[in-house]
Every structure is written in structure tokens, then in C-alpha cells.
């Protein structure tokens, strides 16, 4: 037990680094709605026994409705298919490396929308070179047509969304102190709810089809991408602190990029490489201002620390 934390570090950092594979195996054969009504349902699944095991529900919770409403559609549904619509149009390699912006877009929210939250030169250069890497990716001024600028885009919608969801958390959610694992399960529940309403379903099965995008999908994206990561998010907290567990957000890009480029076959260009190299460098110039890198690390870390 003595380095469990440690490997569930390491393997909540190749989970969520793999999702991005997975997604796009997925997009072969449904839509993006569909691809993320099926992670949000599988991934529901252990996060309410999660839940109920906790006893962490309870029917008063439903007088704070409209802000898990909110949260489900920013932190879920939103957020989540804007992902997979980006990840269908680019190099999985690639969109992990965009997802791993996700801090430098909750700074801007923050930064916008929370009066508390002050920018300075460090932060500047730090959004500088963060929306320099995502330029230097997206390359508006090739005509080669490596990667796709709506992908881009659909990338930097979903940052935006799960950056303000932090936000909105913070100045919102987080004073409730809920139990996270209550905040989690009202977050994704609604969340599917709004995805089985809204999502046309029509050749969903077709997914049975790919032996590996089924299984990829069903427990790499929904039950251990979602569910999984969710739970082993809280163990690190409760053990490693909320600080060091959200370092482990900063795992992703990478271990997606070794899996696009060497598992996947996907070419990463040079220039992809600097990339990076300035997406990680603009992350690091934001440090002082901390956001972890899931919906709910926040208001999990401020329930810990609420008295009994």
C-alpha cells in the first residue's frame, strides 16, 4: 500500500492520456454526440455506486439544481463533445497536445470574469507563449492541410468551457461544500440526461462493429476514463493534497503524443514539437494561479479541509 498512490498516479495519467485514442478510433464509426453520450453513460455507471457508497446523495442537494445544471453542461456535455469533435478531425497526438491548454484558458475565465484574480508580466508571457504553441499547431498560413483548423477550434471551445466551469465552480459550487462525489454524480447524470435528449442515436450500433473502438470506448473512455479517473482523482486528493494531484493534468499531452506517434503511426511534425514545448512553457508561467485539471479537484480539496 505504501506506493499505491504513486501508481495510481501514474495510471490516472495513462488512462486520460489514452482517451484521446480511443475517441478517435470511435469517430470511425458513430458521431461525436454519440461518442460522448456513451462515455458520459459508461462513465455515470461507477461514479453513482461511487456515490451511493459514500452516501454522499441526498435529496436537499436538489435546492443547488440550476448550478449542477450549469456545471453538467460546461464540466459534461459541452465540454466533453467538443473534445471528441476535434479529437475526430485531428491526429490524436495532437489534440491531446491542445487539451493540455486547458489551464491557460482557465486563467483567461478567471482572469475575466473573477475580480480577485490579477494578471501580471509573468502571466502575460505565459498566455503569450501558451496561444503562440496553439498557433504554431492549428498553422493558419499552410496549405497542406495536416490539421484541420475547425479540429483547433472544436479544441479551444471545449478548453474555454471546462476553464469557465472552474470558474464558475469556484464562485458558485465550491461555497456549498457539497460532497465532491455528489457534485460529480449530479454533474454527469445531468449531463447524460441533456445528451440522451438531445443526441440523435441513429447507427450508434455500428460501433459493435469495431471490436476495438467498442472496447476502447466502453471501459478505456466510459468506465476508466470517466468513472475511473473521477474516483482515483479524489484518492490522490485525500492522500497527495489537492496541489499535487492536479500535476497530474499536465501528464496527459504527453503520454497522449507517445501514443499517437508511436502506437498510432501519426506524424508530428517539428514545428508540432515546438508546439508543445510552448504550450508547457506558458502552463508553467501560470502556476500561480491554480486551477486543477478536473471538473470538481476544487471543491473536493475544499470539502476536505470543511469542518465536520
Known amino acids: 500500500m505504501k506506493y499505491l498512490p504513486a501508481t495510481v498516479y501514474v495510471l490516472l495519467a495513462l488512462v486520460w492520456g489514452s482517451n484521446f485514442i480511443f475517441v478517435k478510433w470511435a469517430a470511425e464509426s458513430i458521431t461525436p454526440a454519440q461518442i460522448t453520450l456513451l462515455r458520459v453513460l459508461f462513465g455515470f ?16 442537494h436538489l435546492r443547488h439544481l440550476h448550478h449542477f445544471v450549469v456545471m453538467a453542461l460546461l464540466a459534461t456535455a459541452v465540454y466533453y463533445y467538443a473534445f ?9 497526438g495532437v489534440a491531446g497536445m491542445l487539451g493540455g ?4 484558458f482557465t486563467f483567461l475565465c478567471a482572469w475575466i470574469f473573477l475580480k480577485e484574480e490579477t494578471i501580471g508580466a509573468r502571466q502575460v508571457v505565459g498566455i503569450l507563449l501558451g496561444l503562440g ?19 483547433v477550434a472544436w479544441m479551444i471551445g471545449g478548453a474555454l468551457s471546462v476553464g469557465s466551469s472552474f470558474v464558475y465552480a469556484r464562485r458558485f459550487v465550491t461555497p456549498l461544500r457539497l460532497p465532491a462525489a455528489a457534485l460529480t454524480t449530479y454533474q454527469i447524470g445531468l449531463g447524460l440526461l441533456f445528451l440522451l435528449l438531445f443526441t440523435d442515436r441513429s447507427g450508434i450500433e455500428a460501433l459493435l ?20 479517473a473521477y474516483i482515483a482523482y479524489y484518492y490522490l486528493i485525500d492522500r497527495l493534497g489537492a496541489v499535487t494531484a492536479s500535476s497530474v493534468t499536465y501528464l496527459p499531452p504527453i503520454v497522449a503524443l507517445f501514443i499517437g506517434v508511436v502506437l498510432a503511426g501519426e506524424d508530428i511534425t517539428p514545428a508540432t514539437g515546438a508546439a508543445v514545448v510552448l504550450i ?9 494561479f491554480k486551477l486543477p485539471g478536473a471538473a470538481v479537484v476544487a471543491l ?9
Request: aromatic share 6%; hydrophobic share 55%.
Open 209 to 228: 462493429g469495431d471490436r476495438r473502438a467498442s472496447v476502447g470506448l466502453v471501459l478505456g473512455l466510459g468506465l476508466c476514463g470517466t468513472g475511473f
Open 84 to 92: 471528441a469533435a476535434g479529437t475526430a478531425l485531428l491526429p490524436s
Open 101 to 104: 491548454a486547458i489551464p491557460l
Open 133 to 151: 504553441g496553439i498557433i504554431l499547431i492549428a498553422a493558419p498560413w499552410s496549405s497542406d492541410g495536416q490539421i484541420a483548423p475547425l479540429g
Open 280 to 288: 508547457f512553457a506558458g502552463v508553467a508561467c501560470l502556476q500561480r
Open 45 to 60: 455507471v461507477p461514479v453513482l455506486i461511487f456515490a451511493l457508497a459514500r452516501r454522499a446523495l441526498s435529496w436537499s
Open 300 to 308: 473536493a480539496a475544499v470539502r476536505r479541509r470543511a469542518p465536520r
